[in-house]
Every structure is written in C-alpha cells, then in structure tokens.
C-alpha cells in the first residue's frame, strides 16, 4: 500500500473536517457578556471606594486618613509602572535579530562553500 496516497487523503479529510466544522461561542466571545462584567467591575469598584468612607480602619500613617486613600494609591501604583516599563523597554529591547548568528560566523565559508563542493554541484546539474 502506498504511504503518500493514504497521507493525501487523510490530509484532504482532515481539511474538509476543519473547514466544516463551527467554532464554539464561549462566555467571552458574547460582547453582551463583556459589558456585563465591566458594568460590574466599575459598580464593585464604585461600591468599595464609597465604602472606604464608612469603614473604620487602624490607621498606622497620617496619609492614610485620605478618604479613598487606597484607591488612589493602587491606581497611581499602576500608572508607575506603566511608565516604567515603557522606560525600560528602550534600554532592554534587542533587535529583532539579536540571538541570530554573528556577523563574523557569517563571513566564514562552509564546507558546501567550497569551490569543489560547488563545481561538483554545477557537474550533477
């Protein structure tokens, strides 16, 4: 039995199984469910912060008397590091080809490089 026509014809199966097939719709896909869950997001985000006038905390720092106090230092907190991270990436970023050979190892010829290696292949040609 022939390997190369059973491969071609599972391949061409597979493909039209693959192309016939639907994908599943998930909970995220929906955009109805998106907004509902940032509707909901920002309302515990609102509620929290409104809390944070009601509850009594120990404090340790006098800063910490700030209503929203918290809320305001995570979300400076997070800018930070935004900005940050987008400082550092100018001093860490590699060129694209960083990790490929050097430019030395290219300039040395191969053994294929050779001028037998490349008479013999003009010769088979």
Do not use: W
């Not at 929290?48 to 910490?64: A, G, N, P, T």
């Not at 300039?107 to 010769?123: G, H, M, R, V, Y």
Request: charged share 20%.
């Amino acid at each position: 039995m022939n390997n190369n026509n059973h491969s071609d014809a599972v391949d061409s199966c597979d493909a039209a199984d693959i192309s016939n097939t639907k994908r599943e719709v998930t909970f995220f896909d929906q955009p109805r469910n998106v907004a509902l869950i940032l509707k909901t997001f920002y309302a515990l985000c609102i509620i929290l912060v409104l809390l944070d006038f009601f509850v009594h905390r120990h404090i340790y720092v006098y800063f910490e008397t700030i209503p929203a106090f918290y809320a305001i230092y995570g979300f400076v907190a997070c800018v930070v590091l935004v900005v940050l991270a987008k400082i550092m990436r100018k001093g860490l970023m590699r060129d694209e080809h960083y990790y490929d050979a050097r430019v030395d190892e290219q300039d040395t010829p191969t053994l294929n490089d050779s001028p037998q290696a490349t008479a013999t292949k003009e010769a088979q040609s």
